[in-house]
């Protein structure tokens, strides 16, 4: 199977598999895992942040940032097609208490400018809306099929949220891709920002886990909700040592992970009945538009499967993600199964035969 459903699904490389079975561990919960330890050490010097934490998921990452920077009632303003609005189960309204205002970019692409946002500040939380109490970006914008936000946007839209006094955090589920699509760096990519959300789980290749990264008081904060939230893993120092190798070797690989994006799109853009801008795939994540086909995405994605392809269908698009257990081949018999399912569709052959 080329599984390209997310970059969520590889498997750990022989070095990490190594790394685990060798791992010195402690009971990290009294911090006592040397491992664990050298991974949130890494994490903060990379990112140029003071302290980092190591967490069970993306989702824990996100939510315990949330939680520590809002009080309940406030308000956090969100590009509307975000993770932490559509798919973290309502977790915000439960562990935060907060309401999600999202926004939507002025252009569509999902990058949002100053002006999508201050609109929808509130600082006196009194009539309207509720406080203003956090600004979440998430980078690569997963739904806007891994669009990167600049690091000079990201920083405008930190500095100007600073100075209303609302703080910022980064989903950077995949900001290793956001940062090798510009050629910089991670620290430079989320720099001012308060707090950073990455996964080693998804393009790094690790098995499991995430570090969230930020000031010493702030993940002092963290670490207390992450022990409520039960996240507190003990010797962890197993999942961590993977994703010591993740953090470090990982990022010199993922332009591969774009570039075979970039064929893949370009592969299927000439397929009848695709909609897809090749110029918006910039990072790992491609997602194209099928209603021109006249069949459904979970129909397309039940004929890939039986061809050995596993993509992602959503309304009438399909994402299909690129990441380290798929190579340039696998991509090549991508495009031809995909040709092969859609040109074998009655729906096609009519419309073909009409169009003739
Ligand atoms: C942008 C983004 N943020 C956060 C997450 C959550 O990560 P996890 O699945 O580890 O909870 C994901 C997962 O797909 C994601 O794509």
């Known amino acids: 199977m080329i599984d390209l459903r997310s970059d969520t699904v590889t498997k750990p490389t022989e070095a990490m598999r190594r790394a685990m079975a060798a791992a010195e561990v402690g009971d990290d919960v009294y911090g006592e895992d040397p491992t664990v330890n050298l991974l949130q050490e890494r994490s903060a010097e990379i990112f140029g942040k003071e302290a980092a934490l190591f967490v069970a998921s993306g989702?824990?990452?996100n939510q315990i940032a949330v939680k520590v920077q809002t009080r309940p009632g406030d308000e956090v303003i969100i590009e509307e097609r975000c993770h932490i609005f559509n798919y973290e189960v309502g977790a915000s309204a439960i562990t935060a208490g907060v309401?999600?205002?999202p926004v939507r970019s002025g252009d569509g692409s999902g990058i949002l400018t100053w002006d999508d946002i201050e609109p929808a500040i509130s600082t006196d939380g009194i009539y309207d809306h509720t406080q203003t109490g956090l600004l979440c970006l998430e980078n690569t914008l997963n739904l806007a099929g891994g669009r990167v936000m600049s690091a000079e946007?990201?920083?405008?839209?930190?500095?100007?949220?600073h100075a209303r006094h609302i703080p910022v955090h980064i989903d950077g589920a995949r900001i290793f891709n956001a940062a090798v699509a510009h050629s910089t760096t991670v620290a430079d990519m989320t720099k001012q920002s308060d707090s950073v959300q990455f996964c080693l789980s998804k393009?790094?290749?690790a098995p499991v886990g995430s570090v969230l990264v930020?000031?010493?008081?702030?993940?002092?904060e963290a670490r207390i909700w992450r022990k409520r939230l039960g996240g507190g893993m003990r010797q962890a120092g197993i999942l961590a040592a993977a994703g010591l190798i993740a953090l470090e070797e990982s990022p010199k690989r993922l332009h591969e992970d774009h570039a075979n994006a970039r064929v893949l799109a370009e592969g299927i853009a000439g397929i009848p009945g695709i909609a897809i801008d090749i110029e918006t795939v910039e990072t790992n994540i491609v997602i194209f538009d099928i209603a021109g086909t006249g069949r459904t995405a979970g129909e397309i994605c039940d004929a890939l499967k039986e061809k050995g392809v596993l993509a992602s269908g959503f309304k009438s698009r399909i994402r299909m993600v690129t990441h380290l257990d798929v190579s340039r081949a696998d991509i090549e018999r991508t495009v031809v199964a995909l040709d092969q399912v859609l040109t074998q569709s009655p729906t096609m052959s009519d419309n073909r035969s009409a169009a003739a």
């Open 59 to 61: 989702t824990m990452g």
């Open 99 to 101: 309401t999600i205002r």
């Open 153 to 161: 946007r990201c920083a405008e839209l930190t500095e100007n949220a």
């Open 203 to 205: 393009g790094l290749g």
């Open 214 to 220: 930020g000031s010493r008081d702030l993940i002092k």
